[in-house]
């Protein structure tokens, strides 16, 4: 979950962002796992919900290991856009972290290579 004041709005990189509503220094924790707002369910889970559940929540669905669990973000944070060139960092499992200071106003990026085990669904990447 995004630990740290945000807000969404429209992203010039694709549909909406989120962008951080206050200056964020380098190395600060600017998300964390956390079991309530960080949904964990199998495979078989997610094939029994209905399918208009299944379309609005699988764009922002992530596998961290092949055949692992499925994780799905309550927060914010699920509208994070990718970069090649992310501002935080997820490369340690369950923590994401800013890469340098970000500026008020500024659209957090993460990529997605780093805690999804196959990105070959997205086209962009």
């Known amino acids: 979950m995004i630990i740290i004041p945000t807000f969404l709005d429209k992203s010039a990189i694709h549909g909406f962002g ?3 509503s206050e200056p964020i220094t380098k190395g ?3 998300w964390e796992f ?3 707002f960080d949904i964990r369910f199998s495979e078989e889970e997610f094939e029994q919900l209905p ?3 299944k379309r609005e929540v699988e764009i922002h669905l992530y596998q961290p290991d092949h055949g692992g669990m499925l994780y799905y973000e309550s927060t914010m944070g699920k509208y994070m856009n990718h ?3 992310p501002n935080v960092d ?4 369950g923590v994401g972290w800013a ?12 990529d997605y290579r780093h805690f999804m085990a196959d990105v070959s669904h997205i086209e962009y990447l």
């Open 28 to 30: 600060t924790v600017v």
């Open 51 to 53: 399918p208009s559940v």
């Open 34 to 36: 956390h079991p309530r």
């Open 90 to 93: 997820f490369t340690e499992v």
């Open 18 to 20: 989120v962008f951080a």
């Open 83 to 85: 970069s090649r060139e």
């Open 99 to 110: 890469t340098r200071n970000i500026g008020a106003g500024e659209e957090l990026t993460c």
